[in-house]
C-alpha cells in the first residue's frame, strides 16, 4: 500500500511517495504516475522516493514504464532520494542512469529552479 501526495510547481509536479512498490500496488501506482507525467502543461514530474519502505521489480517497471511515455510526450520523470530499497534494486538492475536522480532538495533545485517556489 502507498500514497502519494503531489505538489504543484511551474510546470513541475513533485510526487511524494511514501509505502511500499510492490506487485499488488502497480495498477493504482501506474495509473497515477501517468496521469501526472501526462497532465498538461507539465514538463517535468519529480518522484521523492524516500519514504518506500519496499520496492519489487514490477514497482520499477512502472517507473520505466511512466519515463518512456513521458517521454514520448517531451517530458520527464526524475527521482528524488530514493530509498536504499530503491536504490538497491536499481542498481541491481544496472538501470541507475536511466533516470535523472537527485540526492538533496538542495540538488533538485540547483538543476530544476521551478521547485524552489
Not at 511512466?66 to 534494486?89: D, F, I, M, N, Y
Amino acid at each position: 500500500m502507498f500514497t502519494l501526495l503531489a505538489e504543484s510547481h511551474n510546470n513541475v509536479t513533485v510526487l511524494r511517495l511514501t509505502g511500499d512498490m510492490l506487485l499488488p500496488d502497480v495498477p493504482d501506482l501506474n495509473r497515477q504516475l501517468e496521469a501526472y507525467i501526462l497532465a498538461p502543461g507539465i514538463r517535468q514530474v519529480v518522484l521523492d522516493l524516500s519514504q518506500v519502505e519496499k520496492v519489487d521489480a514490477s514497482g520499477l517497471g512502472v517507473l520505466v514504464s511512466a519515463s518512456t511515455k513521458g517521454r514520448s510526450q517531451g517530458r520527464r520523470l526524475v527521482l528524488l532520494t530514493p530509498a536504499p530499497p530503491v536504490e538497491e534494486l536499481l542498481r541491481r538492475s544496472e538501470i541507475e542512469g536511466f533516470f535523472p536522480t537527485f540526492y538533496s532538495e538542495e540538488e533538485l533545485k540547483g538543476y530544476i529552479p521551478d521547485t524552489a517556489e
